[in-house]
């Protein structure tokens, strides 16, 4: 099997009146056929890799290679064999229907009239579109010209495909018609790659194959969702409901790994990893003493977010 | 890629410049524009000079002057700034660039084809600006008298230029958004200043004429003037009057190519650098 994606020491460096460091030093392979997710937080560098890798941005020192060819000076190469999708994207030209912008699009990658034609209709029916094909895009919903981007990343029928947040701003029903969509198209094509990102631990931990979690512009682990999940090792997984506190005074005790907070019918869901169960005593008494009321207590089978709790040391949000 | 691909993409995006251009009004709407822009755009200028020679017949020549420079100015402004606008269009309005820019077609020759819908319409403009000219307003033309291999040759080689500086100011487009509208006015206005567009380059100063002489519109106007022209005396006025046509023809020529070439590397090292700072997708809401 060879690599779709390989990424060397690659750093990306937006300058401006305050320097920001979107990728720093990342090495990164994707081989053929993976369903490869890469998770982090808002601002992580996820969409700034994804930029590198489609050739619609340019490193600022490393490289990168995408199906056998640098991103740099073989982009054209590149460009007929891949596409992206950004989730919440509504782009698209709204004097046009449905069907002549994904028509256009696939024109755009030569794909046969014929050949488009058939594969339009059958991702509009499958994506559930297929009663607005002829309607105008700039009448119809943001879901549905969600959709349409969807549709037009996946028409074009392309060797690897990036999906920058697929189902951000979705409801759930479509969100997992599209997953299921998602995990099929790798499935059935033999030597089809696709990396999507996704700050929605499910999502990762559902599709992919192997999953990266990236954080302020760093890789801090490569491994199946199955593998992460075991890094959290003898740490402990719990879940407390309390009243509301300010958990800034959990964080800090010595033991707790990470931890997210979660506001939930009046109460706070307090997730956490911590390095021994008895560390579980502490925070109670912390929580007590915050001036709050442990209204229920679990303990958990570690999850893609206890990994990266783990490995981060903070939650997702 | 192949020049069938290059073909491709030319029709696919004037059919796509086509569809915007036209699609965005009821067709009588549509139709009712396009005939009443032209005009209006025109008689501004008829208003001025009748106010100051008060008929047409008493300078038919310098009225032609006028009225064929104010008409077929119209190409310049709806050909060069509608190029430059299809960045800012596709980059912030549809957010489209995006896509365009990572699929295999060339953005140059996208926005080439996009033009097309640019030039028809500025053709159905100037059509109907002639119209009005030579039915209402009494503009000179003979048909039999036009000389039409010149209008044609000098029309092709005026759009080639036209479409090079609209690609030239396409790719300052990339690189920002803020002041691509203010640069596209500034650059409008000095040409239409400076090339002679209604009044002849003669009458500005040294250093103004010089700059003139350098741009291609100048040698476009000036022969579109003189193959339209029924009779000698419009050469006489716009300060050329010592080269012949094949002369003006070879500058425009020239300078076409000059221009082409400039705006091509000016392109090319537009998109490295938008590429390289991540504008190629940015949304400002300019």
Not at chain 1, 257 to 285: C, F, W, Y
Not at chain 2, 74 to 84: A, E, K, N, Q
Request: proline content about 3%; some cysteine; aromatic content about 8%.
């Amino acid at each position: 099997m060879s690599s779709a994606i390989e990424v060397r020491s690659l750093s990306r460096v937006f300058s401006g009146r305050k320097e920001i460091v979107a990728l720093d030093d990342v090495d990164l392979t994707v081989e053929e056929g993976e369903l490869f997710g890469l998770l982090g937080p808002n601002g992580a560098g996820k969409t700034t890799l994804i930029k590198i890798l489609c050739t619609l941005l340019l490193p600022s020192s490393g490289t990168a290679r995408v199906l056998g060819y640098d991103v740099d000076s073989e982009a054209k190469q590149i460009r007929k064999r891949i596409n992206m999708v950004s989730g919440g994207e509504i782009s698209g030209y709204g004097l046009l229907t449905i069907r002549e912008n994904l028509w256009m699009f696939t024109q755009f990658y030569g794909v046969q009239g014929k050949v488009a034609k058939q594969r339009i209709d059958a991702l509009l029916e499958e994506f559930g579109l297929e009663d607005k094909a002829d309607v105008k895009l700039r009448t119809v919903s943001t879901g549905q010209r969600q959709k349409m981007n969807i549709i037009r990343g996946f028409s074009t029928d392309p060797d690897l495909i990036f999906l920058d947040e697929p189902t951000l701003g979705l409801d759930v029903t479509t969100s997992i018609s599209i997953r299921n969509y998602l995990r099929r198209w790798v499935r059935e094509r033999e030597g089809r790659t696709m990396m999507l990102t996704t700050h929605y631990m499910r999502e990762a931990e559902e599709l992919c194959d192997r999953v990266a979690i990236i954080d302020r512009g760093r890789i801090v682990a490569v491994d199946t969702p199955a593998g992460l999940k075991r890094r959290v090792g003898n740490d402990s997984s719990f879940l407390i409901e309390t009243t509301p506190i300010d958990t800034a005074r959990l964080s800090s005790l010595t033991g707790v790994r990470g931890l997210t907070a979660r506001p939930s019918n009046g109460h706070l869901k307090v997730r956490m990893v911590l390095e021994d169960e008895s560390v579980i005593a502490d925070v109670i008494s912390a929580v007590v003493a915050a001036g709050g009321k442990v209204v229920g207590l679990s303990k958990n089978e570690p999850t893609l977010e206890d990994a990266f709790m783990h490995l981060v040391g903070r939650g997702l949000e | 890629m192949a020049v069938r691909d290059h073909l491709r993409t030319l029709r696919l995006a004037a059919w796509l410049g086509w569809q915007i251009e036209s699609n965005w009004a009821r067709p009588a709407l549509f139709l009712l524009y396009s005939f009443i822009r032209p005009i209006a755009t025109t008689l501004i200028l008829v208003i001025m000079y009748l106010i100051i020679k008060q008929d047409v017949s008493s300078d038919p020549a310098f009225f032609s002057y006028v009225y064929l420079g104010a008409t077929f100015y119209m190409f310049v402004s709806s050909v060069v700034f509608g190029i430059t606008y299809v960045i800012h269009a596709d980059r912030e309005h549809y957010q489209t660039l995006r896509n365009i820019y990572i699929s295999p077609v060339s953005l140059y020759v996208y926005i080439i084809g996009r033009a097309t819908g640019k030039v028809a319409l500025a053709a159905l403009a100037v059509v109907i600006s002639m119209a009005f000219g030579i039915l209402v307003l009494g503009l000179p033309f003979d048909p039999m008298l036009v000389d039409w291999p010149l209008f044609a040759i000098a029309m092709l080689l005026g759009l080639a230029c036209l479409v090079s500086l609209g690609l030239a100011l396409a790719g300052i487009s990339m690189l920002t958004a803020k002041h691509s509208t203010s640069i596209n006015e500034g650059v409008g206005g000095l040409v239409y200043l400076l090339c002679g567009a209604v009044f002849p380059i003669t009458v500005l100063p040294a250093w103004g004429q010089a700059i003139g002489l350098m741009i291609p519109v100048t040698y476009w106007l000036e022969l579109i003037r003189r193959s339209l022209y029924p009779g000698e005396g419009i050469a006489m006025l716009g300060g050329l009057q010592d080269f012949g046509d094949l002369t003006i023809l070879s500058f425009l020529l020239a300078s076409t190519l000059v221009f082409a070439a400039l705006s091509l590397a000016m392109f090319h090292l537009a998109d490295r650098n938008a590429r390289r700072k991540g504008k190629l997708d940015m949304i400002t809401t300019y």
